[in-house]
């Protein structure tokens, strides 16, 4: 697997979880489709699971709380030493908190919030879990993407909480895809992509990619199991890549990294 280095810059993604009704069922669909192994959960943390690949902590796996039940969903956390500043920031730009800032044992600690146009994310400070053990292998992290009906809006937004730059993809002629990509320093980090529609505030989210070692066979796997491709197998410059949902309705999308086809598009500058 690609090891992350020690630590992560603030604004790097360095963590992803999904929350499920069924935790039991989630194991077993993701278990299969990626090859994960899972912890035990400890009880103290409402039995959040831990996903491993190859031994390396890749993903978490959270049951419902009674009571404040939530649509299933991929959630990703950036990296940030100072949770306050980073919640001040995030109010001072026009979101709005889901999660004060709070410790999580020794573990690390955590908030959650929303950008102005309503896409969920998390922001993870480190303590013992240091975040993701491994990226850009099969059953890893490798991309997000924020879908937004109001790209101003989340230009603004994202590099005004976290220290990012953001650069436009140029369009071939005739085309029309509005596509930042935003870096931390010299790290690609993540791309802002707005639908030529406009989309729908439901569709407005952070989109995670994990690796597979082949679209194809992962996408059978995912009907065989009851989930529902949206779009794809499809081949790009980066990869094949498909859209998916598990059989509980969490959204994310699979990537081969290692088949690519055509020029990677350029930059503006």
């Known amino acids: 697997m690609a090891a992350r280095p020690e630590g992560f810059p603030e604004g790097v993604p360095c963590w992803a979880d999904v929350t499920l009704p069924d935790l039991a069922a989630g194991k077993a669909f993701y278990g299969e489709l990626f090859g994960w192994t899972f912890d035990e ?3 103290e943390f409402g039995h959040y699971t831990q996903a491993f690949a190859d031994g390396a902590p890749v993903a978490g796996l959270a049951p419902e709380v009674p009571g404040q039940e939530v649509p299933p969903a991929w959630v990703l956390y950036f990296a940030s030493p100072d949770l306050e500043a980073t919640a001040t920031r995030i109010r001072e730009r026009g979101g709005q908190m889901l999660a004060e800032p709070m410790e999580v044992g020794d573990l690390g600690a955590m908030l959650l919030g929303w950008d102005p146009g309503g896409v969920l994310f998390g922001v993870w400070r480190p303590g013992r879990h240091r975040g993701f ?7 890893a992290f490798v991309w997000c993407e924020v879908v937004t009906g109001d790209p101003a809006a989340t230009d603004a937004f994202f590099p005004g909480v976290f220290p990012l730059t953001g650069r436009r993809m140029e369009n071939d002629p005739g085309e029309e895809m509005d596509y930042v990509v935003w870096s931390a320093g010299d ?3 993540g791309g802002r992509y707005a639908p030529s529609d406009g989309g729908t505030a439901a569709s407005h989210r952070i989109e995670v990619y994990y690796a597979v070692p ?4 992962a996408v059978e796997t995912v009907r065989r199991l009851g989930g529902t491709v949206h779009s794809g197998p499809v081949d790009s410059p980066f990869g094949r890549m498909a859209a998916i949902s598990d059989p509980q309705g969490a959204s994310l999308s699979l990537i081969d990294v290692s088949t690519t086809r055509g020029e990677p598009p350029r930059m503006e500058p």
Do not use: L, S
């Not at 053990?133 to 059953?139: K, M």
């Open 41 to 43: 959960g400890a009880a």
């Open 187 to 189: 790290q690609m980090v």
């Open 214 to 217: 082949d679209c194809d066979a």
């Open 133 to 139: 053990g491994a990226v850009d292998e099969p059953g």
